[in-house]
């Protein structure tokens, strides 16, 4: 349906979407995730051309669309699109809202648009509020209008573009469920999303987006449970690197330990997997050859797993120094290995699961 | 302003029945100013020392003298009498309201004007003595008119000569209240001449019975008929009406207009037909008892009377509602038009404003810096002396008022639109609408809505503005009223009622777009 190759677009001197390429197919529910500042926003813009790619092709449905030739309103008619802020127009009712398109763009009479609105409203449960306005809703309820309003013109594809990000916790679930239901009506998507749960039970497929382009795309099990690229990989199970670089082995303790200190507030590591870090730790820092050029030390932890690990990447041409042997480190650890990369000896630890 | 602090908010009742108390207060306070000098100030006013026997013009030395401004009196006094106040004024008419009200202690005038408000007006006396020079009244022409200029002098000779000029002179001085116009047919075929005239002045041009009378008008009537052509009278100001003669909005100016060394610089002037002495009026009261002849007392009729008669003279009297009839339809007319021609010429400059072209926004900006930084009356008497002297007056205000209203509303335009969430047009435009179409179906009703309330404070501000335009001869309503008081000195009724009048504009022509408001938001 639509096809997407080598799609760029830069604001003046920033790329945002460097190489994207992706196919979607009619019934399928795309979810696109990725850190903030990545483009999955913009992508979605530039489907319908709100934004103009700089570069690149999207063909749907066999027509070139960046061509210049093609009638963007027409196009932007077939393509609803949900926004954040949902948007709605403030001075028109609920019901306008949803009819002002068919009776505007569709020529439809306004008989026929209301009758089709009220249908529409009740199916995302917003028939009791047709006649309020916009400003009388909850975020919730607009955003459920929203979505009516779309489905107004009858769309063979909807854009969501961080549909809840603007919500309360407990208003995401309401707009969650009337997508739930579209998809289960097969229609097709493409959905911005921050809610990986969500993401996860509906989609067909879960695209991985991350320094402009598509980094990584599969099935939801897939991306979730396996994903195979390592910012995937940190992405999807909140992984967060604690990272310090030793040039000496007169390295500043204190500098150290308040950056350490900070991390572990932040991420609220408990008090026992402070202790079994610090223990490693210790030993690594009196093994590892801190003197003959940079050490490069990460401590990572997964807010979602709760997995922790350590890694040390040695300086160049350091000798692996036998950390398996250790006491301590074979204790608290479930896992000691190294590799070469580089030319430098990487080790990688992984602490044993703490008893909760 | 009338806060109820229980219910925590304004109580509109409240807030209404506050107004009227107001308006009524203030009501009261003009009427009881206004009557001041014709009943209560006679009897009620302690008599001032300072101000008493005044017997010749050097006893004014010291006080204050109201002048007509810019005219010989003003500027020989100035320059011989350094130790003499004036007050400068527009018209005798308000010279003489002046004095009654005692904020000044004479008025010096031509002697027949002077003559004419006296005899109207209770408690003046004039002093036998004037140190201004006299001056002679002359036509004026443009330097271009010189042929007309020479018929005129013709007229005057030949009128001179036969003793005629002599006999309208004394009708008009001596027998001014009485004097009708002489039943003249007035030719119609031909280019007309077009006379510029200030009719506020009794008796020497003055609007009686709905129609241009006095000594000045008689002349330019005879002169019509002795050289067989149609005359245009122009109203104007009286200060316009020298200018008027170069710029070529008129062929000739009269009004009593004096010859001096100065003015004949730029225009030409007829022969002398009158010699005009200058006399001072002082308040009888204020006079030496030397001067004062026979005073004959004037009845006093009380309050309820006093505004009975001041109503009957200033409105009912030679039907002067048609006067104020008349300017409320030309003020309409261009509040109206210039409304309309303004907001298009501001939503016009708004766009250009709003131009992602650099130049165009430049453009816009210098237009708005420039309408909103120069007064508007001096923006029309630029378009009507210096720009578009061919032209009509009223389309050139019309102009003049929509450029500068438009500047104003085209700012509103803006930010009411750029007001507007950037998303609204977002939407729109992802819905399948075309941009022109999200501007007119999303943007548009919404920044109507937002703009409505300080748009129509600006309208009602333009149609106050228009009362300016009496200094480019457009007889509005504001001009309606300087012709009644010309002729009765009574300000009450002529103001109070244009007050009225402008304040039933605005009203209405805030409801109608209260109406086209609802209609389209």
Known sequence: MIQIKHLQKSFDNLDVLCDVNLNIKQGEIISIIGPSGTGKSTFLRCLNLLEQPTGGSIVIDGEEVLNGKVNASKLRQKMGMVFQSFNLFNHLSVLDNVCIGPVKLLGKSRKEAEDKAMELLKLVGMAEKASSMPSELSGGQKQRAAIARCLSMDPEIILFDEPTSALDPTMVSEVLSVIRALARQGMTMAIVTHEMNFARDVSTRVVYMDEGIIYEEGTPEEIFEQPKRERTRVFVNRIRDFHYQFHSPDYDRFHLKSEWQAYCNKYFLTRESMRKAQLIGNVLFRKLPLGKGTLDFYFRYSEKTREMSMEALLPLGAEPVGLENNKVIAELCSAVEYNMEDGRVRYKLKLRHLNR | ?521
């Open chain 2, 1 to 521: 302003m009338c806060y109820n602090p229980r219910a925590g908010r304004y109580n509109p009742g409240c807030y209404i029945m506050n107004k009227c108390f107001h308006i009524a207060a203030t009501l009261v306070a003009i009427l009881y100013i206004s009557i001041m000098p014709a009943g209560a100030a006679g009897k009620s006013e302690a008599p001032q020392k300072a101000r008493e026997g005044i017997a010749c013009f050097e006893d004014l030395r010291g006080r204050v003298l109201a002048v007509p401004s810019s005219t010989v009196q003003d500027i020989y006094v100035e320059e011989h009498y350094p130790d003499i106040k004036l007050d400068r004024f527009d018209t005798e008419a308000d010279m003489m309201l002046s004095l009654q009200q005692e904020k000044c202690d004479g008025a010096i005038m031509d002697d027949v004007i002077c003559y004419a408000l006296v005899r109207k007006t209770e408690g003046v006396t004039i002093l036998p003595d004037s140190p201004v020079p006299p001056c002679q009244m002359g036509m004026v022409f443009g330097k271009h008119n010189a042929e007309l200029c020479q018929q005129f002098n013709a007229f005057i000779a030949h009128l001179k000569s036969t003793g005629e000029l002599q006999q309208i002179m004394e009708r008009w001085i001596k027998h001014f209240d009485t004097a009708e116009m002489p039943d003249l047919k007035l030719p119609t075929e031909g280019k007309p001449i077009r006379v510029a005239m200030e009719p506020c002045t009794e008796p020497i041009v003055f609007i009686k019975n709905e129609k241009i009378a006095g000594f000045d008008a008689e002349l330019i009537h005879r002169f019509a008929v002795y050289i067989n052509r149609p005359i245009e009278i122009v109203e104007m100001e009286y200060d316009s009406l020298i200018a008027s003669t170069t710029t070529g909005k008129a062929d000739m100016a009269a009004s009593g207009i004096l010859i001096t060394d100065e003015r004949a610089e730029s225009v030409l002037f007829s022969a002398p037909y009158y010699d005009s002495h200058s006399r001072v009026a002082v308040l009888t009261k204020n006079a030496h008892s030397s001067i004062v002849t026979g005073n004959e007392g004037t009845p006093i009729l009380g309050i309820w009377g006093s505004i009975k008669r001041s109503f009957y003279r200033n409105i009912i009297e030679e039907r002067r509602y048609m006067l104020l009839w008349d300017g409320l339809k030309v003020t309409v007319h261009i509040s109206f038009f210039s409304a309309l021609l303004g907001t298009m010429l501001g939503a016009f400059i708004c766009y250009l404003r709003m131009s992602k072209v650099p130049l165009l926004r430049n453009i816009a900006k210098v237009y708005i810096d420039i309408m909103r930084g120069t007064p508007v009356l001096v923006l029309l008497m630029m378009m009507c002396y210096v720009a578009f002297t061919q032209f009509d007056n009223t389309p050139v205000a019309i102009i003049t008022f929509a450029m500068n209203f438009a500047a104003y509303v085209s700012e509103m335009f803006r930010t009411s639109i750029s007001s507007i969430d950037k998303g609204q047009t977002e939407a729109g435009i992802a819905l399948g609408f075309s941009p022109v179409r999200t501007f007119c179906y999303i943007v548009l009703p919404q920044a109507v809505r937002r703009v409505l309330p300080v748009y129509k404070g600006e309208l009602i501000s333009l149609i106050k503005n228009t009362s300016i335009v009496g200094y480019v001869a457009v007889a509005d309503l504001t001009r309606a009223s300087y012709i009644i008081r010309g002729r009765t000195f009574d300000p009450f009724f002529p103001l109070l009622m244009v007050a009225l009048m402008y304040f039933l504009i605005a009203w209405l022509f805030t409801y109608i777009l209260d109406r086209i408001g609802r209609k389209i938001c």
